[in-house]
């Protein structure tokens, strides 16, 4: 049999910060033992996924060479955008195109890359 992800994991400056920003860009949780502090914390989304924010002693230095790709659910592409700048993301590139297409290049409070596509409603119009 071969193997399945279990956790994404983030290496990170302070877990249950990073963790809780992710929780609530996801519409997820936070471990029931997860708490300020804490060396290690899991965020479970609705969806199932699993990401694990450890606590490590050196700062992010490069670009990730792997990131998240999100897909709002209840919500354009533009309106998630704005959410997550609310919640403490900023953004890193626009790569939206005059036709709706593209995405938006994020960062979360540590400076982790992810995009934010259009919604699966935006790309249904389109066509």
Do not use: I
């Amino acid at each position: 049999m071969a193997s399945l992800v279990r956790h994404v994991t983030f290496d990170c400056a302070d877990a249950y910060r990073l963790a809780s920003f992710w929780a609530e860009a996801l519409n997820g949780a936070l471990a029931d033992d997860d708490n300020p502090g804490d060396p290690e914390a899991l965020v479970t989304a609705p969806d199932g996924a699993a990401l694990l924010f450890v606590t490590v002693p050196e700062a992010k230095s490069l670009k990730n060479r792997v990131h998240l790709d999100l897909q709002p659910q209840d919500r354009t592409r533009d309106e998630e955008v704005t959410r997550l700048l609310g919640v403490g993301a900023a953004v890193v590139g626009d790569h939206r195109r005059p036709d709706g297409s593209g995405w938006v290049t994020m960062a979360d409070p540590e400076g982790n890359e992810f995009c934010v596509e259009r919604s699966a409603a935006e790309r249904a119009s389109a066509r």
